[in-house]
């Protein structure tokens, strides 16, 4: 029978040696130093007897959670441990824990595929492939020349937080996972301490009918600044639907990779839907690269 338990302080050795096994060496932290778990970060691990053999772990996801889904960022057995049921016990703990916030299911976030049968077997299905891009050597991005009569120009609050609702509602109502956002929601965006208002841009027509075109966000994970990796991650960027195709786009990375170099940062991550190819096509012709695919699963709590 599987045992299941919640991550303890007492766990960080086992829980360091699941995560350097699922996602290599590294990943479970500085050794010497004790694993603890960022805030709002939950784990379970599992055994059956002896040393935990599988774990998994929940982040607090702002974007996710406001979909009324907990988030999970891992899940994984070790190889000779599998099919004894521990991957089914894990995610029945992390099902109970979004049932006890009041949460309609689970999103998990994975850069490996799990297997279809295991996905049937507990009621789980694919939602959406991810794909990763990545822009190293901001410095060779040209200066934008954004031309006359329009500006990108950092946010302003609170005075832009209603017309960047407005705009990103106007922007991302196609995307997979949209939710219509009100200024509250865009205030939110300043208070998690990843994304500042310097590094929220807005394309901004001047002329009549002046208002806001685009916008392109970054947000730095301090995490990952204390690791010394000066990736921004770019979790929004898009143009008014009537004013695709003329190149915004461009100068929207342009300026985004001009503020990231500004800020000392020095390259830019995002994520596009596999699905739509001329997302996936833009950000080639824009110099990224691809660094993998992340899926995404979804098992509702009932
Ligand atoms: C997906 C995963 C979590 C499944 O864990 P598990 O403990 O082996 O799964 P379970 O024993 O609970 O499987 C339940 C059922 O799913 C199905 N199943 C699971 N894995 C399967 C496989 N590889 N092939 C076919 N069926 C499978 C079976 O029906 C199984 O029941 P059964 O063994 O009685 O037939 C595990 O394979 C894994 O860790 N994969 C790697 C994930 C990874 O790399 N994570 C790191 C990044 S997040």
Request: with cysteine; proline share 8%.
């Amino acid at each position: 029978m599987p045992e299941i338990r919640p991550f303890e302080p007492q766990d960080g050795e086992a829980l360091r040696r699941l995560m350097e096994e699922a996602f290599g060496p590294g990943a479970g932290g500085k050794p010497g130093e004790p694993l603890s778990l960022p805030d709002g970060c939950r784990a379970w691990l599992a055994g059956e007897g002896g040393a935990p053999a599988a774990f998994c772990r929940t982040v607090p996801d702002k974007e996710t959670l406001a979909l009324g889904r907990l988030c999970l960022d891992a899940l994984f057995v070790s190889p000779p441990r599998r099919r004894r049921g521990l991957g089914t016990a894990l995610l029945r703990a992390a099902r109970e824990a979004a049932r006890a916030e009041g949460l309609g299911g689970l999103w998990a976030y994975s850069p490996v595929e799990l297997p279809p049968a295991f996905l049937a077997a507990t009621g789980g299905r694919r939602r959406r492939a991810l794909r990763l891009f990545r822009r190293g050597s901001l410095e060779s991005v040209p200066y934008p020349r954004v031309p006359q009569g329009y500006r990108v120009r950092p946010a302003g609050l609170p005075a832009d937080l209603a017309p960047a609702a407005a705009l990103y509602n106007a922007v991302f109502s196609r995307m997979w996972n949209f939710r219509a956002h009100a200024a509250r929601d865009i205030a939110e965006w300043f208070e998690g301490g990843e994304t500042a208002p310097e590094n929220c841009l807005f394309l901004e027509s001047l002329a009549e009918p002046a208002g806001l075109l685009g916008m392109a966000v970054l947000a730095v994970d301090s995490s990952r600044l204390q690791r010394g990796d000066r990736t921004a991650y770019i979790p929004d960027i898009g143009v008014l639907p009537g004013h695709r195709g003329k190149g915004w786009g461009e100068i929207l990375i342009a300026s985004a990779a001009a503020r990231a170099r500004d800020a000392g940062l020095a390259a830019l991550e995002l994520l596009a839907d596999t699905e739509d190819a001329a997302v996936c096509a833009f950000y080639r012709r824009m110099g990224f690269e691809e660094r993998g695919v992340l899926q995404v699963y979804e098992w509702e709590v009932a």
